[in-house]
């Protein structure tokens, strides 16, 4: 969905998702990006930044930040917390001039909700000051809940009102950014125990690093250019 439409449908998403869910999880991917860089300063754009959990955790950090999302009413939310964003959808638009020479790019669960990810990759490249980095997360769509439903007939993702586009693994999502023209420097695994658990998802954490595909719900990668 591309245009007013998406602008629509994921204006709707955003009403309709358990907030403090995501946040938590949004907030996660943050903390794991931030563990994945070795300086929390300068430029940075985050693309489908939503009501601004992540980009709020990176301006904490010390990044100058500026966020862009498709849905207004997530605009809205992340500016309401005082945090600069544009309305851009970057399935079908090109990110403006203005918003270029960032030392990072960053984009949390996003390239599976775009009809066009290889293009929207290029664009985020675009964006970047020569030398900049990427980190982009993608979901593990085949954890160990996941597999042991799809074997009763019941696999939770694909059908007409899955947001998703695209599904990924561990080894599809790694194939995916290096076939767009990326080199993965690094990268961390979200275990697929929710933040709430705390101490018990500190416990799996080895789990998800070491079985991604089994114990990890997304993967956050920090990547290059690949020249």
């Given at each position: 969905?591309?245009?007013d439409?998406g602008?629509?449908?994921?204006?709707?998403?955003?009403?309709?998702?358990?907030r403090?869910?995501?946040?938590?999880?949004?907030?996660?991917r943050?903390?794991l990006?931030?563990?994945?860089?070795?300086?929390?300063?300068g430029?940075?754009?985050?693309?489908?930044?939503?009501?601004g959990?992540?980009?709020e955790r990176?301006?904490?950090?010390g990044f100058?930040?500026?966020?862009v999302?498709?849905?207004r009413?997530?605009?809205?939310d992340?500016?309401?917390?005082?945090?600069?964003?544009?309305?851009?959808?970057?399935?079908?638009?090109?990110?403006?001039?203005?918003?270029?020479?960032f030392?990072?790019?960053?984009?949390?669960?996003?390239?599976?909700?775009l009809?066009?990810?290889?293009?929207?990759?290029?664009?985020?490249?675009?964006a970047?000051?020569?030398?900049g980095?990427?980190?982009?997360s993608?979901?593990?769509e085949?954890?160990l809940?996941?597999?042991?439903?799809?074997?009763f007939?019941r696999?939770?993702?694909?059908?007409?009102?899955?947001?998703?586009?695209?599904?990924?693994?561990?080894?599809?999502?790694?194939?995916f950014?290096e076939?767009?023209?990326?080199?993965?420097?690094?990268?961390?695994?979200?275990?697929?125990?929710?933040?709430?658990w705390?101490?018990l998802?500190?416990?799996?954490e080895?789990?998800?690093?070491?079985?991604p595909?089994?114990?990890?719900?997304?993967g956050?990668?920090l990547l290059?250019?690949?020249?």
């Amino acid at each position: 969905m591309t245009g007013d439409s998406g602008a629509a449908y994921y204006d709707q998403y955003w009403a309709e998702r358990d907030r403090k869910r995501t946040a938590a999880r949004s907030r996660r991917r943050a903390t794991l990006a931030l563990e994945l860089l070795d300086s929390h300063c300068g430029a940075l754009l985050e693309i489908g930044c939503g009501p601004g959990w992540a980009l709020e955790r990176f301006r904490d950090a010390g990044f100058d930040v500026v966020g862009v999302d498709v849905s207004r009413r997530a605009c809205d939310d992340a500016s309401a917390r005082g945090l600069k964003v544009h309305v851009l959808d970057v399935d079908s638009e090109d990110i403006p001039e203005a918003l270029t020479g960032f030392q990072l790019v960053v984009a949390l669960e996003v390239l599976e909700h775009l009809l066009e990810p290889v293009a929207a990759i290029q664009k985020m490249c675009s964006a970047l000051q020569p030398g900049g980095r990427l980190i982009i997360s993608l979901p593990n769509e085949w954890t160990l809940p996941r597999r042991i439903s799809a074997l009763f007939g019941r696999p939770g993702f694909g059908g007409h009102d899955d947001p998703h586009r695209r599904h990924f693994d561990p080894c599809s999502a790694r194939r995916f950014l290096e076939a767009a023209g990326l080199r993965v420097v690094d990268c961390r695994w979200d275990s697929l125990l929710p933040p709430r658990w705390g101490f018990l998802k500190t416990l799996t954490e080895p789990l998800a690093a070491f079985f991604p595909g089994l114990f990890a719900i997304s993967g956050v990668f920090l990547l290059e250019v690949d020249p």
